[in-house]
């Protein structure tokens, strides 16, 4: 079972937002790099794998702008391409994209306000990397943005907007598996709950649409054609992405769904909530008789915390990282 | 980030703040006949109340309030309170003032934290309003203030989504980040540990509409259910068994909001401030910000429309202290952690030729009151400023 091991101390607490903690292994390096939202500014820490160095930097919301309160960033996510790794962060003022150490500001794309009726909040959200060249951003209008980024340099254009969702867009998740044919490269959440699966390319095509029962679903995952995502009533729920079709409905969690994470080598999934609790799940596929299983393997409850980021740190899942609201640290567990 | 945040705010703190000051003033009063001519008496007591309710509910400040905006800085929104406290012939010092919304605040951050649905925090609202008609019972006037602002929050809220007051809930939650005042009520009661974070329970009823965690079903392609585990957990949850009310009147079901002071109970606050988490609280805004006077321009608007009450008796007659002695109180004031003062903006109100025209034309509405003692800031209070004129 996962036994807690020594926590990294943050110079700022985690923010209640969703999704709010990424890890990055960089390839051929002995290092983990965190990333946690604050509000205004979000923490990068680089750990040795030896757990005795640590090196911490701070970015900054780029304010674009005359504002009158401090701009928050709703999300920090490290995007993995073939040939580049890019850190992006999202805001209420639009998306800034920097190398992956955070050293260097290579693209800035600014939301455009006048989209957005008055009284509505503004912000960009959701971020994954999609068919080896793209990455897509969401935004509280429901836009889905794709941008097109070069093997290197600062050229970066928007090659296209997927306008499908009507609500806020929540999460973003690429296949981390292998996809049985006509079952998608990206599923995109929205605030209403509606799920959208598609292919990556040129243009994007869009293969289904999971309709919404009327829960909010903050997170998602798509592995071997399977999309998992949580909700706010606190279920995971397994979906068929070529197909839309409910294969598993589990009650996970007491409270709101945080955070999920796949780890795509063994098909653990990771789930973190309000009511305190992880939970690390199994999934299992089946090609050959269409099975879709999930199972319970281990609960850990960090006390007086509401969970609002969880990411494993291998792609085994045989160790995990959680931040919670108000904390100043990144709670870890192994096996 | 959500643009409809602020109303929510600020009448949850007015509630705490009224829950406090009821509880003061009945531990400080005397009964009417023995009281001498600077003493508190029931009178003056439910005088006050109605002055500040009044004040709160003032129809104009209202309407601006629930204009859709983004929240104001903790220090816009201190002043905020500052004034409205005064709003009447009670006084408060400094140490008071901010003890008093040292409590206000960690009670509100409290209550939106262990809201079971984010939706909750509606009802968290009603509660606070059910409390405050009940306390202008007597006077039909401001009951119908009180009762015109809930029928526009049920007209606002409403028609929400389950993620717009989750919007709506992190972004109170990006707001009261960092604030670790423990405070002795709930640290007896056991809600907050000694570091200042709160307990959060994982037992007792889930949220409407969450089912107990444990149950996993899974289908087959034509939708049957073919298989059903269960897991257990630490948690030991319950069944809801019934939703609170979201009308004008109804059972809340939710005892979040409601009054947790009473004359018995005094409220103390402990100001630890060794926590390096405070670091980033206080490092923010600590640069005057020129646009803060944008925000003065607002506040300075809304705040016109209020009558600031002269104080009839003697400075010390009238005045309410947060804690148990003046001794107390003066000891509070001298030992407050630097980095837990609420220094009020530093506002250059002279600098552009339109900002100040602008500013001396509202600024010349206001009713001047008579020069407030110079409080204990060094450089240009916000009231000071608008005393001065």
């Known amino acids: 079972m996962y036994r807690k091991e020594k926590s990294i101390q943050l110079k700022s607490s985690s923010a209640a937002l969703y999704n709010n903690l990424s ?107 999609a068919g080896g060249r793209f990455i897509c951003v969401g935004t509280s209008s429901g836009l889905v943005l794709v941008f097109d980024i070069p093997p290197k340099g600062t050229n970066i254009t928007v090659s296209e907007v997927l306008e499908q969702h009507r609500d806020a867009i929540t999460d973003i998740a690429a296949e981390l598996g292998r996809a ?156 | 980030m959500s643009a409809r945040t602020l109303p929510l705010l600020f009448l949850n703190l007015g509630g705490e ?30 005088r006050v109340m109605n002055d500040i309710i009044t004040t709160m509910f003032n129809k104009k400040f209202m309407e601006e309030l629930f204009k859709p905006q983004e929240l104001y800085s903790k220090k816009a929104l201190r002043t905020v309170y500052d004034r409205l406290a005064h709003a009447s012939i009670m006084r408060l010092n400094q140490a008071s003032m901010d003890k008093l919304y040292d409590l206000m605040t960690m009670a509100f951050k409290y209550q939106v934290l262990l809201c079971p649905r984010p939706k909750d925090i509606l009802l968290v609202t009603f509660n606070h309003l059910d409390a405050i008609k009940d306390f202008v019972r007597d006077s039909p006037g401001i009951l119908n203030q009180v009762d015109e602002t809930f029928r526009q929050l049920i007209e606002t809220y409403s028609c929400l989504s389950a993620g717009e007051f989750q919007l709506i809930r992190q972004t109170l939650l990006i707001f009261f980040q960092d604030m670790h005042i423990r405070v002795s009520i709930f640290l007896k009661d056991k809600v907050q540990n000694s570091n200042g974070h709160f307990v959060l329970p994982i037992s007792g009823p889930v949220p409407w509409g969450t089912e107990v965690p444990g149950l996993i079903r899974m289908f087959n392609r034509n939708g049957d259910e073919v298989k059903r585990t269960e897991f257990t957990t630490d948690g030991n949850y319950v069944t809801p068994q019934r939703e609170g009310s979201f009308d004008l009147f109804g059972d809340r079901v939710l005892k979040l909001g409601t009054n947790m002071y009473s004359v018995s109970r005094p409220v103390e606050t402990h100001i630890s401030g060794s926590s390096k988490n405070l670091a980033s609280h206080a490092k923010e805004n600590i640069t005057p910000n020129p646009l803060a006077k944008e925000e003065l321009n607002f506040l300075a608007r809304l705040l016109g429309g209020l009558e600031v009450k002269k104080p009839g008796g003697s400075e010390t007659g009238f005045r309410l202290n947060l804690f148990t002695t003046d001794e107390e109180e003066e000891h509070a004031a001298l030992t407050r952690p630097e980095e837990l003062s609420y220094k009020v903006i530093n506002i250059e109100a002279t600098q552009e030729p339109g900002r100040r025209a602008e500013l001396s034309r509202i600024l010349g509405e206001l009713e001047v009151a008579e020069p407030r003692p110079a409080s204990s800031g060094k450089g240009e209070d916000l009231l000071a400023l608008m005393d001065g004129l």
């Open chain 2, 17 to 46: 703040m009224l829950y406090i000051l009821d509880q003061r003033l009945r531990a400080q009063s005397i009964p009417g006949e023995k009281a001498r001519k600077d003493e508190w008496t029931d009178v003056d007591r439910k």
């Open chain 1, 180 to 335: 049985p044919d006509g079952a998608g490269d990206l599923v995109t959440a929205d605030d209403a709950g509606t799920l959208c699966v598609w292919s990556a390319g040129e243009e994007f095509t869009l293969l289904s649409k999971i309709p919404a029962f009327g829960c909010t679903c903050s997170s998602v995952k798509l592995w071997n054609g399977v999309v998992a995502a949580g909700y706010g009533n606190g279920q995971i729920r397994l979906y068929e992405a070529a197909t839309g079709l409910l294969r598993a409905e589990v009650n996970a969690h007491a409270r709101w769904i945080y955070a999920l994470d796949l780890a795509p080598q063994a098909g653990k999934l990771l789930s973190g909530a309000e009511d305190s609790f992880v939970h690390v799940w199994k999934l299992s596929t089946n090609p050959d008789t269409n099975d879709v299983e999930i199972e319970h393997c281990h609960a850990e409850c960090v006390t007086d915390t509401q969970v609002c980021g969880a990411r494993f740190c291998d792609p085994e899942g045989n160790s995990f990282a959680v931040t919670g609201y108000d904390l100043s640290e990144i709670f870890r567990y192994a096996r």
């Open chain 1, 23 to 129: 890890v990055l292994r960089p390839p051929g390096r002995q290092l983990l790099c965190f990333s946690a939202v604050h509000g205004p500014s979000v923490t990068v820490v680089s750990a040795a794998a030896d757990g005795l160095g640590f090196s911490h930097r701070q970015l900054q919301a780029k304010e674009g702008g005359m504002a009158l309160s401090t701009c928050v960033l709703t999300q920090a996510s490290w995007c993995v391409l073939p040939s580049r790794v890019l850190l992006v962060l999202t805001s209420q003022k639009g998306i800034q994209m920097y190398e992956s150490d955070g050293s260097i500001m290579v693209y800035w794309h600014a939301l455009d306000v006048t989209e957005h009726p008055p009284a509505q909040a503004v912000f960009a959200r959701g971020i994954a990397a």
